[in-house]
């Protein structure tokens, strides 16, 4: 990747970090593991001593990082891209999880969810030129 005018390039995303009380991990596997189909990576030994957990899919990774003093975010979200937006919300609503549609953001459908711990989640799909 070549260099911009300030010295450095940008390069892409490498993962998201979402706030998780301690002693949830396998809510966390539940969800992202089991409901999304997300697959867990190991952690490094030194970050899995912190507990949490990681996962994968799609091109997108998610680091569920354990905080003492927890609180969801309710605005702050990750914006997830997916094909076939409808299946996904049907697979959430099939697993107990409330989707929320908008139709606020031009060029996308989109819904808002939360996962097991009340962190906000938005999954958008571009719409297609019909």
Not at 3 to 22: C, D, E, K, S
Not at 60 to 72: K, Q, S, Y
Not at 76 to 99: F, M, N
Not at 105 to 125: I, T, V
Request: hydrophobic share 40%.
């Amino acid at each position: 990747m070549a260099q911009g005018a300030l010295g450095y390039t940008l390069g892409g995303l490498h993962h998201v970090q979402l706030a998780i009380p301690p002693g949830t991990e396998e809510l966390c596997r539940d969800f992202w593991g089991g409901v999304l189909g997300m697959t867990e990576l190991k952690k490094p030994p030194l970050l899995a001593a912190r507990g949490g957990c990681w996962f994968r899919g799609g091109g997108l990774e998610v680091h569920l990082g354990v905080e003492e003093d927890f609180r969801p975010n309710r605005k702050a979200h990750p914006g997830i891209l997916v094909t076939s937006l409808q299946a996904l919300a049907t697979r959430l609503e099939d697993h107990g999880v409330s989707v929320t549609w908008d139709d606020n953001f031009p060029g996308h459908n989109r819904f808002y969810a939360f996962d097991r711990l009340g962190n906000r989640l938005e999954f958008l799909e571009p719409v297609r030129d019909r």
